[in-house]
């Protein structure tokens, strides 16, 4: 099994923001799948609007509207 990556404390906190996005995404009713592959393809923008200090509830409502 390959060793983990050590990830820096700021992107480990991007990446349990997003998975915190993606949880409000498929409460919004999207599904699991739907809601990895919006965040995978909006990663940019997602990357923008958790240094702009939006919770995962107001990002995902961003991405709902």
């Known amino acids: ?3 983990k990556e050590e ?3 700021e992107t480990l906190a991007l990446i349990n ?3 915190e996005v993606e949880g409000f ?3 919004g ?3 699991v799948a739907e809601a990895q592959d919006h965040i995978e393809e909006q990663i ?5 609007l958790f ?3 939006l919770t995962p509830e107001e990002a995902a409502k961003e991405a709902l509207a």
């Not at 940019?44 to 923008?48: L, R």
Request: overall charge negative.
């Open 25 to 27: 995404l498929v409460a």
């Open 51 to 53: 240094y702009d200090g």
């Open 44 to 48: 940019e923008w997602f990357t923008d």
């Open 17 to 19: 923001w997003c998975i």
């Open 1 to 3: 099994m390959a060793k």
């Open 7 to 9: 990830l820096d404390p």
């Open 29 to 31: 009713g999207a599904t």
